[in-house]
């Protein structure tokens, strides 16, 4: 009998939209309801053919065999207890329980504790440090912002409805007229899709954000006159039209992404961002947000700030405390510097989205497990691949949006051939760990794992 289930929340982008419909026949997902494209696709691979239904252990000969729970929990337990120095990576698509668990085997293993904020939002992090966060959640710039900014992001791609939800189009409490009371402004070195439902385009030269946000900086302050003819592309006059915008606005909100982040000035030009929304609150109210990636991003932030004091790059090797010094403890400086001796990709696709010199160093020099309900790149070079069941498919949870308000994620179905969650997983590599201590294991550097990838093929075979 089909069962339609409602108010589901989908594991995919930041936007954590939890208004899905989804209909279950036999355990199985038939048809999905409000979510995009993408969203749609991640309960439709929850059904499909060939999902991996058991951990599985690479063989001296390249290929992979099933193997129990038990003997992956053991093989990850004993490599956490002998490593000097593990990395526990990712955790990105996972839910808070799960983020939780791995902080205790983390503090338990001495190991670094990172998440994939070090390769996207970490440069917010750092800029939020200096500058402070003056923020709000979504529901007030749906129900207050009659000027949205998106600058250096692309929602019509990665938050496929955000501006439905959130940015541009609903009616909200104090903007009954939606989209044609609001004023959008677009902020990109390309003609995105998302620029197409802009009232403002700035085509900004690729890596001079800096220079244009001073320059809105000097306007706000009362220098618009003193501005050269072109700033980063961008006349004056577009300038000081669309600053006029801002001033007229009654509640501005800024969203930024990977426009800023991963650009040159990274961390300075979220400062920037940041300072300028200080100055547009001496004039009207205005206030800013991180496009956080994955579902569950934030997650990791409120999680482990509770647990360690700090939201992300955790060395916890010291024992005695947890250290933080990106560019130091992030993932992909250690990895680079060979600091690291053993290698968790959880919640996340290393192997893809790590620059590749990194993940060659990963791949090729130490034992590596993948915990992911799927195989990835990162899966194909690991020694092991345990296999999880997907947070709000299969198993609930609480997933904290980009304007870190917690949702309450739920299962639709079964965890398919009985896998186990995250959660589970981290208390059992947690219990043996307890055990082999006990038993006299210690991180002496001896162990044996039997097949380094070194030894099957190079890193780079594996990619081509
Ligand atoms: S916009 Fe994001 S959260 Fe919403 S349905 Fe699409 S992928 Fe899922």
């Not at 994939?116 to 939020?128: K, R």
């Not at 992030?330 to 996340?348: C, H, K, M, P, Q």
Request: aromatic share 10%; with cysteine.
């Amino acid at each position: 009998m089909q069962e339609v289930i409602k108010h589901v929340a989908c594991p995919y982008c930041g936007s954590c939209c939890d208004d899905l419909e989804i209909a279950v026949e036999d355990g199985k997902i038939i048809e999905v309801k409000n979510a995009c494209i993408i969203g749609i696709e991640i309960y439709h691979h929850a059904s499909r053919e060939g999902r991996v239904g058991s951990p599985r252990r690479r063989q001296s000969d390249g290929t992979y065999k099933d193997i129990t729970y038990d003997e992956a929990i053991d093989f990850t337990a004993k490599m956490l207890i002998k490593a000097k120095k593990p990395l526990i990576f990712g955790f990105g698509s996972t839910n808070c329980e799960g983020m939780a668990a791995a902080g205790r085997v983390a503090e338990d293993a001495g190991a670094v504790l990172d998440n994939c904020a070090s390769i996207c939002h970490g440069s917010s992090f750092l800029a939020i440090f200096d500058t402070g966060y003056p923020s709000c959640t979504l529901g007030e710039v749906k129900n207050r912002a009659d000027v949205v900014i998106y600058w250096g992001s692309n929602p019509a791609h990665a938050h496929p409805r955000h501006m439905s939800r959130y940015g541009v189009f609903p009616r909200g409490f104090f903007t009954g007229k939606g989209a044609r009371g609001r004023k959008v402004i677009v902020v990109d070195p390309r003609y995105t899709d998302t620029a197409r439902c802009a009232d403002h385009f700035l085509q900004v030269q690729q890596g001079h954000d800096y220079e244009l946000f001073d320059a809105f900086r000097m306007v706000m302050h009362g220098y618009g006159a003193e501005l050269p003819d072109v700033v980063a592309g961008i006349p004056k006059e577009k300038i000081l039209e669309v600053c006029d915008v801002i001033k007229a606005g009654r509640y501005v909100h800024i969203f930024f992404g990977m426009g800023l982040c991963h650009s040159d000035g990274r961390n300075h030009n979220v400062d920037i961002a940041i300072n300028l929304v200080r100055d547009i609150n001496e004039i009207t109210k205005c206030t800013i947000m991180a496009m956080r990636g994955h579902y569950n991003i934030a997650g990791p932030g409120v999680v482990w700030a509770w647990q360690f004091g700090f939201p992300y790059c955790i060395d916890l090797s010291k024992g005695s405390h947890a250290h933080m010094n990106p560019g130091e403890t992030s993932s992909v400086d250690l990895a680079n510097r060979g600091e690291i001796d053993a290698f968790i990709n959880i919640g996340t696709d290393a192997g893809a989205h790590f620059p590749i010199r990194a993940f060659e160093k990963i791949g090729s020099s130490m034992p590596v497990v993948t915990i992911d309900p799927s195989v990835n790149m990162a899966a194909t070079v690991s020694d092991v691949h345990i296999p999880v069941a997907i947070v709000g498919v299969e198993t609930g949870g609480i997933c904290y949006r980009m304007d870190n308000v917690p949702i309450q994620y739920r299962a639709v179905v079964k965890p398919f051939n009985g896998i186990l969650t995250d959660e589970e997983l981290f208390d059992k590599i947690y219990e043996r760990m307890q055990e082999l201590k006990k038993a006299g294991v210690t991180s002496d550097g001896t162990w044996d794992y039997a097949t380094p990838l070194a030894d099957v093929r190079p890193v780079k075979e594996v990619y081509e």
